[in-house]
């Protein structure tokens, strides 16, 4: 599984750092962040991502080839030119996915860190290797010593993993997303192992995850994990179906009703107790 996290950091970091300046796919920037990480954020979008989750507010993120080409040198040059507005906050990336583009996120984070700005992923863990040495689902083949190290390198150079856990259940989550969810709990399992702080976030959904017995068994999951930081709990919304109709993909979720506030109160309910329950 490569390297423990301990020893790797050091190399990691330093491999990343010199002598490299990839392109990496980019959707687009945001430079006042407040709902992606602790503090002021400078939210990176990258292009791409193997999910089609039938809620995603981003389907104009799905495509690769659609992204803008940038180098990480030219992402954080934007970011400095405002560095006192992240003193308490500093560089997210989100999508997309971005652990799809593995190599240029390490190095975008191994030198975000060089210059000491707090960095953290925002992911589906989708991206995560399986027991057959690849992601179970969404990218080539690959060895899996190899695909771990690229994972032990990229988390050397991370502060905090924001992990959205879509269902808890594999058939449900692959009707949700297009993909099991086997690999995504593996990885939360990896990152407790890491000690690495994770925040969970799960958007509750009428009629697929707002249930009960899912909510418990998520809240059961979480309830075995000794790094989650935060939960937060995303009520359903239609604000991306825009988004859809001007792509001229099919919105499947057009007849679902909203989640009320009350609604993810009683869910986000559940989830706690649950978790205090099992820790």
């Known amino acids: 599984m490569g390297l423990p996290l301990h020893e790797f950091s050091v190399k990691a970091a330093a491999r990343f750092i010199t002598g490299r300046n990839d392109m990496g796919k ?3 920037i945001e430079t006042f962040g407040t709902v992606d990480g602790p ?9 791409g991502c193997p999910m089609r989750c039938q809620y995603c507010h981003n389907p104009d993120t799905w495509l690769p080839e659609d992204g803008t080409d940038v180098t990480a040198d030219e992402i ?7 560095r006192a507005f992240y003193k308490t906050g500093g560089i997210t990336a989100t999508g997309g996915e971005p652990m799809l583009q593995m190599e240029f996120l390490t190095e975008l984070f191994a030198r975000a860190k060089s210059l000491g700005i707090h960095t953290c992923l925002d992911t589906s863990g989708i991206m995560f290797p399986g027991e057959d040495g ?41 009707k949700l997303t297009g993909h099991s969810n086997e690999n995504i709990l593996d990885f939360a ?5 890491m000690r690495k702080p994770v925040w969970i976030r799960h958007v509750v959904v009428p009629d697929i995850t707002y249930d009960s017995k899912e909510l418990t068994e998520l809240g059961h999951f979480l309830g075995t994990l000794s ?27 057009k007849d679902t009703p909203q989640l009320t506030k009350e609604q993810a109160k009683e869910a986000e309910r559940i989830i706690r107790a649950e978790m205090e329950n099992i820790s």
């Open 26 to 28: 980019i959707h687009s």
């Open 39 to 47: 503090g002021v954020r400078f939210v990176v979008f990258f292009q």
């Open 76 to 82: 954080l040059a934007k970011m400095e030119r405002n």
């Open 134 to 174: 690849c992601p179970k689902e969404g990218a080539a083949p690959d060895n899996k010593a190899g695909r771990m190290e690229q994972i032990d390198a990229l988390l050397s150079v991370t502060d905090l993993v924001m992990l959205d856990i879509k269902h808890m259940r594999p058939e449900a989550h692959r």
């Open 189 to 193: 399992r990896y990152l407790d192992a």
């Open 227 to 253: 790094n989650v930081e935060k939960l937060e709990v995303l009520p359903y919304h239609a604000l991306g179906k825009v988004k859809y109709d001007n792509l001229g993909i099919n919105y499947v979720l």
